[in-house]
């Protein structure tokens, strides 16, 4: 299967064309290439640094979603992501390289922020329609080391995060994931609750690791309930 066989089926789940999820399904490819499709015999898990396009690419190719809980979110603003097999503890981070087709030039920004704002003309919609399209033409022609940059990552693989059982927030009465519940003096609490009981802002030296029984997420943070 070719790049552009595999891009449409991104694009029907992603709902249109896009540079990100074009970018997104390369780093996927390279993932695959190197550790395998996650499946049942086969666990792989994905740690997205982006909130955008990519991610919907890294769920189709690589069979790592959020809703099977291996594909995990950490926003830092970049688009990257690290894939671990779990197996044998082997990881891989896949960034977009500096300078690269996977970032916009000024051009396609000045464009964007127009088209977003309601304000670009008949034109600039189509040039920055047009400038999409050719970008995610090359996105997906050219040689994978102009595009990405891939780095062996070492360390124990984390696990997927296991489903935990339901218990009632002492603030909305809500059933909630016990993973998620804070104790906020002597109150179980969900995080929108949590956050409320601290005027909406967590103190920077905000510890909530005083519950009674502990449960261990799968990568390395400590809940106590």
Request: aromatic content about 4%; some cysteine; overall charge negative.
């Amino acid at each position: 299967m070719t790049h552009t066989d595999e891009y449409s089926q991104v694009t029907r789940f992603h709902g249109h064309e896009c540079p990100g999820s074009a970018v997104g399904l390369r780093m996927a490819e390279i993932a695959v290439a190197r550790l395998g499709r996650h499946s049942q015999d086969n666990e792989i898990l994905a740690i997205g640094e982006t909130d955008a396009c990519a991610i919907d690419a890294v769920q189709v190719v690589t069979g790592c979603t959020l809703g099977n809980r291996h594909l995990v979110q950490e926003d830092n603003g970049k688009i990257a992501f690290t894939f671990w097999r779990v197996a044998d503890g082997t990881g891989i981070r896949v960034s977009a390289k500096p300078g690269s087709e996977a970032f916009r030039g000024e051009e396609a920004w000045a464009l964007a922020r127009k088209v977003e704002a309601g304000t670009a003309t008949d034109e600039e919609r189509g040039r920055f329609k047009q400038g999409q399209a050719e970008r995610v033409r090359r996105i997906l022609a050219v040689p994978v080391e102009d595009l990405l940059v891939t780095e062996t990552v070492s360390g124990e693989a984390p696990e997927a995060k296991k489903l935990q059982p339901h218990a009632p927030c002492d603030g909305c009465d809500e059933q909630t994931s016990t993973a998620v519940l804070h104790n906020h003096r002597g109150r179980m609490l969900c995080p929108p609750c949590h956050l409320e009981a601290h005027g909406g802002v967590l103190p920077p030296d905000h510890d909530h690791h005083d519950h009674p029984h502990i449960h261990t997420h799968g990568h390395g943070h400590v809940h106590h309930h």
